[in-house]
């Protein structure tokens, strides 16, 4: 069930005419997919307006994207439409959401710090459980420097990343990228300026299966 709260408040930041985070994809995730095999199944995770799944989808990917937003659903929509590519869009609550088992080459997560440590546990377990086995993921989000650059992100700390947090939401991972780094990013209006940032690429282990299997009977309820 979605939680009305969190869709309502995501539907009112996306609520204007324009695109709050831009047309653009993010530049950690334009750097970074060269490392997708051709023609991956990938799940973008709260995804947006678009501009991160449609980037993927351009570039010859089978695209799975979600956000808890009707409204950024639209958008997204028609920014693939307009760039003449084809994503199955989901509207998900991925705080109650039966993640998918082995269904995915990579998960993709840009910005997704909507999750405090509680509910960041269960979508990275989420994230294992819906990856194949050698599956990527590939993180990128503010460290808890941004707080004091007020420059985009989540007011409170504890949505926030460290190197610590990522290598132990990772663990059993092949962590393959973690860096912290500070930039200037010009992402629409929603980020914009200098940002304390913090990429994570981490790959599934074949010898994670197993444990993923009994994850996916503890986030789902026990359903099948």
């Known amino acids: 069930m979605t939680d009305p709260d969190q869709a309502?408040?995501?539907n009112g930041?996306?609520?204007?005419?324009g695109y709050l985070f831009g047309t653009q994809p993010?530049?950690?995730?334009?750097r970074e997919a060269y490392r997708?095999?051709?023609g991956s199944k990938v799940l973008a995770i709260a995804d947006g307006e678009g501009r991160n799944s449609v980037f993927l989808a351009q570039h010859g990917h089978d695209v799975v994207a979600t956000d808890i937003s009707e409204v950024a659903i639209e958008k997204a929509r028609t920014l693939a439409s307009r760039r003449g590519v084809a994503v199955d869009y989901r509207l998900v609550d991925v705080a109650d959401w039966n993640w998918p088992v082995g269904a995915f080459d990579a998960v993709v997560g840009i910005f997704i710090q909507f999750a405090g440590p509680a509910l960041r546990r269960r979508m990275f377990a989420g994230f294992c459980q819906a990856l194949k086995p050698g599956g990527i993921l590939l993180l990128h989000g503010y460290r808890e420097e941004q707080?004091?650059?007020g420059t985009g992100g989540p007011p409170t700390v504890e949505n926030l990343y460290n190197e610590q947090v990522l290598r132990e939401a990772v663990t059993g991972?092949?962590?393959e990228r973690l860096a912290s780094y500070d930039a200037e990013i010009e992402e629409g209006t929603g980020h914009s300026g200098?940002?304390?940032?913090?990429d994570l690429i981490a790959r599934k282990r074949f010898s994670d299966v197993a444990a993923a299997a009994?994850?996916?009977t503890g986030l789902n309820g026990g359903q099948s």
């Open 36 to 38: 997708l095999a051709p």
């Open 26 to 30: 993010n530049a950690f995730l334009a």
């Open 8 to 10: 309502t408040f995501w």
């Open 173 to 175: 991972f092949e962590i």
């Open 214 to 216: 009994e994850t996916a």
């Open 194 to 198: 200098k940002s304390a940032l913090i």
């Open 13 to 17: 930041r996306y609520a204007s005419e």
């Open 147 to 149: 707080l004091g650059y």
